[in-house]
């Protein structure tokens, strides 16, 4: 029995998707069973859920489930003539469907239009799989696509245009997609788990798969800080996992027990921090070399190598691509005073985002300019004090309420240079206000670092300063050692942090922190 609604198109009838229970249809208008002539063979699922057209051009057809649930349809193939029907249907023309039931398996239904293939089951989002034929020759994985060993890619997105499939079929027990692509013959099979991946229009498939969710920065005040802020080296050794996610969630870690004694002054260093950087990633070097040392020099060209309070600042901001990862190793600790500081800039960020939405926006659309014009060096460059991820990186699921997603913080007033007069005048008071959340005590995290500790932190994300110290012999400072305060310092990048720490989750798979 067939039952027929809508009104017929009169152009020819192109390929359509497929609807996994058509019978659902409550707006049958017309029931004509000698309307049709129909010649088919049957597929269903084993479930018995019938496997067939959802006609977007003219017709739904209704047919009934097997009696057998082990009879199994290959193809439905509907041909049609209008007739005398088609005084009944308001059509002057003859017309010819032939429409195929793709695949069906347990739990996947396969729908398909003329751009796209639409997949469907209790293992995939609600809403499904919308998976455009050139995003599906694109990422063939075949090993004519994609080197074995290598994996990169072997073919270029372009070389494919208006792909069009000749068959598609479940394959391998309803966990793989086979398509041939007409014209070239090519076969490809993509995994529901990588189709998963890459095609959940919700962006959490991709994001859970990268483990972007485990480590995803936290906004934190002092009393949010979790014990695992403070590690041992011995420890970290062992299992470096939890420092590493503290490190990416927080943007601060403190190592003790790091090895100091034999450190030696100068741009090399073969102990402690050189371990460390080299235990987190690759170390970066800069104008002041691979390593360096943070001690008081006469008439220094850097603030931080005297003995004066060094303000809340980021490092290096005058580069294009500022360091990620700093690593500050004290070496020698004999003084009064000298404790470090760190603050949360997104945490501050954030705040200021719900207190006055006007001055964030201020503060992420407008440049501020930075500089480093001393001992033989001319560096410049702007960023914007709240710079946000692109709009490709921002969550799918944000809502209007909540702050942007922040890429990084540009905050560091000992090394900025003069403003631009045509600044909007609102700069200067969204910089005001931001700078009295950044130094409000609950967000002060502070700490006298003890020789064999080690700050780690994450420069694009976390302030760091000092507080102004004094030797403890002698409270001139200008007859004081100068290595009586000595840290040693280097930079590692994010990413080979980010890649250790994936490889390290992979491996352990259940049982997150």
Same mark, same amino acid.
């Given at each position: ?8 198109q ?11 229970n ?6 049958? !208008? /017309? ?8 010649? @088919?063979?049957y597929? +269903?699922?084993?479930?018995g859920h #019938? $496997? =067939?057209r959802?006609l977007?051009?003219d017709y ?9 649930h ?9 041909m049609? !003539? /209008? ?6 249907l308001?059509? @002057?023309?003859?017309? +010819?469907a032939?429409?195929r039931? #793709? $695949? =069906?398996?347990?739990?996947?239904v396969l729908r398909q239009n003329p751009t796209?293939?639409?997949?469907t ?18 990422s063939?994985?075949c ?8 994996r990169q890619? #072997? ?7 208006k792909p ?8 391998d027990?309803g966990?793989a997609v086979?398509i041939?692509?007409g014209?070239?013959?090519h ?18 498939t ?9 480590f ?7 009393s949010?800080l ?29 190592v ?7 450190t030696t002054?100068g ?17 970066r070097e800069?104008l ?23 303000d809340?600042?980021m490092d ?8 990620h990862i700093q ?9 009064e005073g ?6 949360d ?7 200021l ?7 964030f926006?201020v ?31 921002q ?8 702050p942007?997603?922040?890429?990084h ?10 403003l631009?007069v ?8 969204a ?5 009295q959340?950044?130094?409000r ?16 932190f ?5 302030l760091?300063?000092r ?12 007859s004081a ?26 491996k352990?798979?259940?049982?997150l922190?």
């Amino acid at each position: 029995m067939l039952v027929a609604t809508r009104r017929v198109q009169h152009a020819p009838i192109p390929s359509a998707p497929i609807d996994a229970n058509p019978t659902s249809r409550a707006s049958t !208008r /017309l029931f004509c069973p000698t309307l049709f002539w129909v010649i @088919s063979t049957y597929l +269903f699922c084993p479930s018995g859920h #019938l $496997a =067939t057209r959802s006609l977007n051009f003219d017709y739904y057809l209704c047919l009934p489930a097997p009696v057998d649930h082990h009879d199994r349809i290959d193809r439905i193939i509907i041909m049609y !003539r /209008l007739g005398r029907a088609r005084t009944l249907l308001g059509s @002057s023309r003859p017309g +010819f469907a032939v429409v195929r039931a #793709l $695949a =069906t398996a347990p739990n996947l239904v396969l729908r398909q239009n003329p751009t796209a293939l639409h997949i469907t089951g209790a293992s995939l989002p609600r809403s499904g799989l919308t998976l455009p034929f050139d995003w599906l020759r694109d990422s063939c994985q075949c090993v004519q696509c994609v080197h074995p060993s290598t994996r990169q890619k #072997l073919v270029r997105t372009g070389d494919f245009i208006k792909p069009v499939p000749r068959s598609v079929a479940v394959v391998d027990d309803g966990s793989a997609v086979r398509i041939n692509w007409g014209g070239e013959g090519h076969d490809s099979v993509y995994a529901v788990d990588f189709l998963k991946r890459y095609a959940d229009p919700s962006d959490q498939t991709r994001r859970v798969s990268h483990f972007d969710d485990v480590f995803a920065p936290r906004a934190w005040n002092v009393s949010d800080l979790p014990a695992q802020s403070y590690v041992e080296y011995e420890s970290l050794k062992t299992d470096p996992l939890p420092g590493f996610l503290q490190l990416l969630r927080y943007g601060l870690l403190i190592v003790r027990g790091l090895p100091h004694e034999t450190t030696t002054r100068g741009p090399e260093a073969s102990v402690g921090v050189a371990q460390l950087a080299n235990m987190i990633g690759i170390i970066r070097e800069t104008l002041y070399g691979r390593f360096w040392d943070v001690v008081i020099h006469r008439d220094s060209t850097n603030i931080a190598y005297t003995n004066l309070n060094l303000d809340l600042h980021m490092d290096l901001l005058y580069m294009q691509h500022p360091p990620h990862i700093q690593l500050l190793h004290c070496i020698k600790n004999r003084v009064e005073g000298g404790a470090s500081v760190f603050v949360d800039a997104i945490k501050a960020a954030h705040d200021l985002w719900d207190l006055d939405r006007d001055s964030f926006d201020v503060l992420a659309s407008t440049p501020i300019p930075f500089h480093y014009e001393n001992a033989g060096h001319h560096l410049h460059c702007s960023h914007p004090t709240i710079q946000l991820a692109p709009p490709h990186l921002q969550p799918l699921d944000r809502r209007p309420s909540d702050p942007p997603h922040i890429a990084h913080i540009n905050y560091s007033p000992p090394f900025q240079a003069p403003l631009p007069v045509t600044a909007p005048p609102e700069l200067y008071s969204a910089l005001q206000k931001y700078t009295q959340l950044l130094t409000r005590p609950a967000g002060r995290f502070e700490h006298t670092l003890a020789e064999g500790e080690c700050a780690v932190f994450d420069n694009r994300r976390v302030l760091h300063a000092r507080t102004a110290f004094w030797d403890k012999g002698d409270q001139n400072t200008e007859s004081a050692e100068e290595t009586n305060r000595w840290l040693k310092g280097c930079y590692v990048e994010v990413d080979d942090l980010l890649d250790r720490t994936r490889v390290l989750l992979a491996k352990r798979s259940s049982d997150l922190p």
